[in-house]
């Protein structure tokens, strides 16, 4: 396996400029002044993808709280992460990365195995960006059933100082 160069705790969120579900552009500077929790994911509406965006969506209030936001990137069409939004009644932004520009950008498109057979793809990975930009942390193996619990919880120990 490859080994994937990630951007460093400390060091500016690299910028991005990407479509969300409804084929807005959204960039890194609309979210500044908030805590950006940004995952990237292989594929919408597939189950281990499905599990980590209802934890996300169930935990809207309590991101709230540290005044942090969700937002998934995976290489989808901007349609079907609408359609993902739709049924699952996911309620933060999807956002479109059919060039694969911004995984790139944050370095977690890289080689990966799946029974047996070798191919490029997106890397499960979270990015929680401060609110000036910068990159608080870094969360390189993310397990679906409990990532949001470990978001909450990097959060709540961050606002302990």
Not at 70 to 79: M, Q, T
Request: aromatic share 8%; proline share 4%.
């Amino acid at each position: 396996m490859s080994t994937l160069t990630l951007p460093d705790v400390g060091t500016q969120a690299p910028d991005f400029s990407a479509l969300n579900q409804k084929g807005e552009t959204v960039t890194l500077a609309d979210y500044a002044g908030k805590v950006l929790v940004l995952y990237f994911y292989p594929k919408a509406m597939t189950p281990g993808c499905t599990t980590q965006a209802c934890g996300l969506r169930d935990s809207k209030e309590e991101l709230a709280q540290y005044n942090a936001v969700a937002v998934g990137v995976s290489p989808d069409k901007p349609a079907r992460l609408q359609k993902f939004i739709d049924r699952d009644n996911l309620n933060f932004d999807l956002l479109s990365d059919e060039e694969t520009t911004m995984c790139q950008a944050y370095g977690i498109w890289g080689l990966k195995k799946f029974m047996g057979k070798e191919y490029m793809g997106v890397n499960r990975i979270t990015f929680i960006i401060g609110e000036d930009g910068s990159i608080l942390h870094v969360m390189p193996k993310v397990k679906t059933k409990t990532h949001h619990d470990d978001v909450i919880a990097f959060l709540a120990e961050r606002a302990k100082g």
